[in-house]
């Protein structure tokens, strides 16, 4: 019930909000936003205690890793979502606010699908939801982002489908034309018995199709373009969860090779695409010039250690990196809507135009200072903690050389951030006076974002060790 | 059976190597066409053979997709474009011959696949990959977003292929999606070249270099 309610409302709030007059625009999308977070949080929270839900015969199916990435999509989308509407004007409501809930009706339908058709078919879903979204601004440097990450990620995601036919194929091959063939839960009964070059050669389709939504290098091209030309509620809602649906439908295929092909295939693809990510990242974080695509670059690089502790694998590797990818979109999301309103302030995203903002913008300033702390992986903040955890894993798990090599690219991507967050915190300000962007009341939620980053670092609280034990116990 | 979705399947490449052979633009379009309507063909005589009477339904939602709507809205994005336009950057022989060998290529890769597989139709299943390699090399080389387009729903039309003849199609459900997801897809691109030529002019995609670094 409670998991067709949570499908339902943004799809029926983007219904309404394509038909509304403009002016109740921007209450609908408020309460649609609302609801969504409230009924993803109450999900998260049903499937954090030892039970599976589903409807629809099976069709949607929640369990303990699903229910994690719902909540965190409902908890980004709402943070998105209180920003939207400074960057919507009031006359045009359309289509922004309906694209908006689309897309993370989407994504929310990604994660709660036992079906891998279903999956695929909601992920590309996302691409043709958010596309507009990209270009919503309309300029030159808009349409080119908005172009390659229609085309990119259609190519992509095409691929993935190669994958899946391949998978449904070893299936329908070894157990003939059973009814739910195509049905993750079914696949990973069966895969013992499925064979493993088919499945290896499924997985090599599905790593790079699904891994371009997510944001891996070499297949990373669209990401840098669509984060910074995007308006900041679609860039936080892109990086802080879109990649991430990314990476959940690659772990789900994951489980399925690590029984039919034992798990040192998928562990050498992961551990290579995420040096190579965390690589090309932080080759252009050690020199930003735009702050955008800086916070975009980044994302590459925390998607690279996910996929490293992906690749470590074990207890600390998984429940690390299922950790890292909440830490991330938290830390990230609020990055990109603070970058909004430093762009609205400043009238650029070049680094070297920012100036000053500890006093220009004093509380704006402050937000961004703790969330880039917290994105650099500084204690007391929780990306710091799943860190350790992810290295940690790595020379657990005698893989110690691939550890060295992945924190060396952490450091040198620690430095360039912290050189782009001390010029522009920093210096003669252009403007003279302060201009404040920032009220009290709207700081709130970012500061509860923070909040809930500085939890997940120092005091975990009750119940989250036995969570992230649960989704790792899914994903063996 | 075999002979009959080998033949279509080889018609199918055929018609995709016209596609990198073809320069003007109205000749490409006429064998994405045939392509397609060998792929419905193929649907039909699987769903005939094998008694799978939905998947005459699906070659007809091909024959009216991919052979009459897609075109015509490829058609009127092509309205006003120069005559000979959006194939590889490179010379005509060259891409043959790549497509050529992407044909080999296909066969290399699947061989997991057809050594396992027991359904008649198990033969063609390279062929239909090979389709979806050369559109996803046209896709990659193509010069401007009508080559994009044209080259993407090439390969998407080999991956159709490729679905029908390893495992008769996919659930009905997912077919459904996918069709929808190539249609919207196509509606979205038709928008961009809008306003691209508003902005640029033209459609090539060399004018697109705002975002660098």
Known sequence: MILLALLCIPLAGAGLLAMAPPRTARALHGVTALLTAVTAVALAAAVARPVTVTALDGLLRTDALSGWLTGLIGLVAGLAAIEAPRYVAPATPRPFYPLFHLFVFTMLLAVNTDDVGVLWVAVEGTTLASMF?????????????????????????????????????????????????????????????????????????????????????????????????????VSALMSGVLLSVGVYAVVRFK?????????????????????????????????PT??????????????????????????????????????????????????????????????????????????????????????????????????????????????????????????????????ALHLMLYGDAPVPRPIEGLGRSPALPFAAALLLLILTGLVWPPGLAATLDRIAQVLR | MTAATNLLAFLGLVATLVVVWRQSWRGRLASFVAQSVMLAALAAVIGLLARRPALLLVAVLVVVFKAWLIPRILARIAAGMPRRSGGPGRSVGVSVLLAGALVVAAYAVLLPVTRDASLPTAGAVPLAFAMALIGLYLCVTGRDALGHILGFLVFENGIFGLALLATYGLPGLIEAGVFLDVLVLVLL?????????????????????????
Not at chain 1, 182 to 209: N, Q, Y
Not at chain 1, 264 to 281: D, E, K, N
Not at chain 1, 364 to 375: D, E, H, K, P, S
């Open chain 1, 133 to 233: 979204l990209v270009n919503f601004e309309r300029t030159r440097a808009s349409l080119e982002a908005s172009y390659k990450y229609l085309l990119i990620c259609s190519v992509g995601i095409a691929l993935a489908f190669i994958g899946t036919v391949l998978m449904y194929f070893a299936d329908v091959q070894q157990f003939g034309d059973l009814p739910h063939a195509l049905r993750w839960t079914s696949l990973i009964d069966v895969a013992p018995a499925l064979p493993a070059r088919v499945i290896e050669l499924a997985f090599v389709f599905i790593v790079v199709g699904y891994g371009t939504k997510a944001g891996l290098a070499p297949m990373h091209t669209w990401l840098p373009d669509a984060h910074s030309e995007a308006p900041a509620p």
């Open chain 1, 255 to 287: 489980a399925v090779v690590d029984v039919a092909a034992g798990p040192l295939f998928a562990q050498h693809i992961l551990l290579g695409l995420g040096l190579l990510s965390m690589a090309l990242a932080a080759a252009f974080l050690w020199t």
């Open chain 2, 189 to 213: 691109m038709e928008g961009v070249v809008v306003q691209m030529r508003r902005e640029h002019d033209s459609v090539e995609v060399d004018r697109l270099r705002e975002l660098r670094g």
């Open chain 1, 290 to 419: 735009n702050y955008k695509r800086m916070l975009a670059y980044s994302s590459v690089e925390h998607i690279g250690i996910v996929c490293l502790g992906l690749g470590f694998g074990g207890r600390w590797g998984l429940t690390g990196a299922v950790l890292h990818i909440a830490n991330h979109a938290l830390a990230k999301s609020v990055l990109f809507l603070v970058a909004g309103r430093i762009r609205a302030a400043y009238g650029s995203t070049a680094i070297a135009d920012v100036r000053g903002l500890l006093a220009v913008m004093p509380r704006t300033g402050r937000v961004f200072l703790a969330a880039m702390l917290a994105l650099m992986g500084v204690p007391p903040f929780g990306l710091f903690v799943s860190e350790v955890m992810i290295f940690g894993a790595g020379f657990q798990a005698g893989l110690g050389s691939v550890a060295v090599v992945g924190l060396v690219l952490l450091v040198a991507a620690f430095g360039g951030l912290l050189r």
